[in-house]
């Protein structure tokens, strides 16, 4: 008997906020799977950017990110709560991933209180304050929750690796592990080891994410089968020692609840042998997957960005509009699809029927199949992978005044191969409310902010 199982490799570098989001980046196979997120952020710092790339070391492939920002921006604690529940709410984050998000933001904060001997509303933070620590557990749970595994799963962690020597902070200089650091791994009586990195490994953020996520932490992790895994790389260069976290899915086999009799050990140890050894081929296969899936998703053809995505349907013919309807919202709105179309067709016997498609992330189809399933009463569906090629796409913040008042709106720009505009889309929630603002209706609005959009980007 089995259980899904995710395994968070942190023994050899430790953690950091862009390692997770890397990781699980790379687990989904998407460069562009944060996006959302960093959009959100725009509005708090129009400069803000984050760019993915794929980082190879010591055989390992896996992503890492690069993240520009304003850091003379600072939140105070109120701010950090008040921003994260806003962005929480834009990406339409699901209960599980809030629980996630306030959790880690809550550690970090009460860490940095007992450290500083401090209430947390009078804390003066320095670069726990940044924009980026929004985008680390915000993009975290939003990036947990794409891929299917939250409340489907048990997380498991390994003892973590912090560092050694001191590091140069906002603060001055510190001895590894940091205060706030040694604070969140008393606190919750986090299993660690110093490591072989003579720096800091383990990061403030880092911490209180793995303690959020981590459901227990162990020793050893014989009876787990790898399937699938993704590796994010901290930007930090250890030299020999790869500066990489792993999140690995998989299997977990459950041990029979009656043990076997003292005379049958010999032979049980033998099985775990064999146990050992297929797992040991299982986990190297699953890596060499999972290293050929992040070459392929990462390959740009005559300057179009290229991916894969799956196109999932099923053909109904004894369902209502309001139930189709609310297929829309389930997917969309919880950020599951990109894409939901329902066409009306001619089914078997004559009947009236419509086809359901919906294109998607590869590690949606899970949870996709069970929405529509359990959602249209389908006894099956029906799935193909598909290669896209895509226009290369960014999100810029335009400000306007309206009667001495600032506006900011945030536009997606496409641009084909030879960087010529293709298209201008303001953010749709974002001219709403400076409509409702201004008074000023949609229609008027939309041309104006595309016409100076277009101004800027030109």
Not at 7 to 12: F, R
Not at 38 to 45: E, G, K, P, Q, R
Not at 188 to 207: I, M, S, Y
Not at 281 to 307: H, L, M, P, R, Y
Request: glycine share 6%; hydrophobic share 40%; net charge negative.
């Amino acid at each position: 008997m089995t259980k899904k199982t995710v395994l968070i490799d942190v023994a050899t570098a430790g953690a950091s906020g862009d390692m997770f989001l890397s990781a699980l980046t790379d687990l989904i196979g998407e460069d562009d799977a944060l996006l959302p997120v960093a959009a959100s952020l725009l509005i708090y710092d129009p400069s803000f950017r984050i760019n993915m790339e794929s980082h190879t070391h010591s055989g390992m492939t896996g992503r890492q990110i690069q993240v520009s920002q304003n850091t003379g921006i600072r939140l105070t604690p109120i701010s950090l709560k008040e921003v994260l529940h806003s962005v929480a709410e834009e990406v339409e984050l699901c209960e599980e991933g809030k629980k996630i998000a306030t959790k880690a933001l809550d550690e970090l904060l009460e860490a940095e209180s007992r450290v500083h001997d401090t209430p947390i509303d009078e804390l003066l933070l320095h670069e726990t304050g940044t924009i980026d620590t929004i985008l680390d557990i915000v993009g975290t749970a939003y990036l947990l929750e794409r891929t299917g595994l939250l409340g489907d799963a048990e997380f498991l962690s390994t003892a973590v690796a912090v560092g050694s020597g001191t590091i140069e902070t906002e603060h001055g200089v510190l001895e590894v592990p940091v205060p706030a650091v040694s604070e969140l791994l008393k606190a919750n009586k986090v299993p660690h080891h110093e490591g072989d990195a003579k720096t800091e490994v383990l990061t403030p953020t880092g911490a209180a994410l793995l303690i959020a996520i981590a459901d227990k932490f162990v020793e050893s992790h014989d009876d787990f089968v790898a399937q699938n895994q993704g590796f994010g790389f901290g930007i930090r260069d250890l030299g020999k020692i790869p500066n990489m976290l792993s999140i690995v899915v998989g299997e977990t086999v459950v041990p029979e609840k009656e043990e076997a009799e003292p005379a049958k050990e010999e032979p049980k140890k033998k099985e775990t042998k064999a146990q050992k050894e297929t797992k040991a081929q299982k986990e190297s296969k699953a890596q060499k997957e999972t290293k050929a899936k992040a070459e392929e998703t990462s390959n740009v053809i005559d300057g179009w960005n290229e991916d894969d995505v799956i196109v999932i349907e099923t053909n109904v013919d004894d369902v209502d509009g309001e139930t189709l309807g609310t297929l829309f919202d389930t997917l969309l709105e919880e950020g599951l699809a990109y894409d939901v179309t329902i066409i009306p067709a001619i089914g078997k016997k004559n009947r009236p029927c419509y086809v359901v498609k919906v294109i998607a992330a590869k590690a949606g189809l899970k949870s996709i199949a069970d929405v529509m399933i359990r959602n249209l009463g389908t006894i099956g569906i029906r799935y193909t992978t598909w290669q896209r090629l895509k226009a290369i796409r960014e999100t810029i913040v335009c400000r306007f005044e309206i009667d001495g008042n600032e506006h900011m709106v945030r536009v997606k720009v496409s641009r084909s191969v030879d960087g010529s505009i293709l298209s201008i889309k303001p953010e749709a929630d974002d001219v709403f409310r400076v409509s409702k603002e201004t008074g000023i209706p949609v229609r008027e609005l939309r041309p104006r902010i595309a016409m100076q959009a277009h101004a800027v980007t030109e």
